[in-house]
């Protein structure tokens, strides 16, 4: 992941939040196709107890090359009324075989306060 971005900071309960971001293949080989999933948090660190919100495929990418996309994601209608840090994993399903397997995430700074349905 090389970058990260929300135009939203306030989502309610079941809503959607469009997630920009870029997946970039720093090697010098070939990466293979793989998912990036995106993730809220209660702190800064994606783990495996963080709520998925959604993802996208990316294709095989050549050395130094990214790919570029907005994805609609939607908030569970039943997560926790809160602030949440915004994250993305790329190779979510580690399907590409890399020498450096602790660069894939991000987290945004600023935080996503999940609302109630008005």
Do not use: H
Request: aromatic share 6%; with cysteine.
């Amino acid at each position: 992941m090389t970058s990260l971005s929300s135009s939203l900071t306030t989502v309610p309960q079941g809503g959607n939040l469009s997630v920009s971001d870029t997946t970039t293949n720093i090697g010098v080989v070939l990466a293979g196709s793989s998912n990036t999933n995106f993730y809220l948090s209660i702190n800064n660190i994606i783990d495996p107890t963080d709520t998925v919100i959604g993802s996208r495929q990316i294709g095989a990418l050549s050395p130094s090359t990214s790919s570029l996309a907005t994805t609609t994601t939607t908030i569970p209608a039943n997560l926790a009324l809160g602030s949440y840090y915004l994250g993305a994993c790329a190779d979510a399903g580690f399907a590409v075989v890399e020498s450096n397997e602790t660069n894939n995430c991000w987290v945004v700074d600023s935080k996503i306060e999940v609302v109630s349905v008005l």
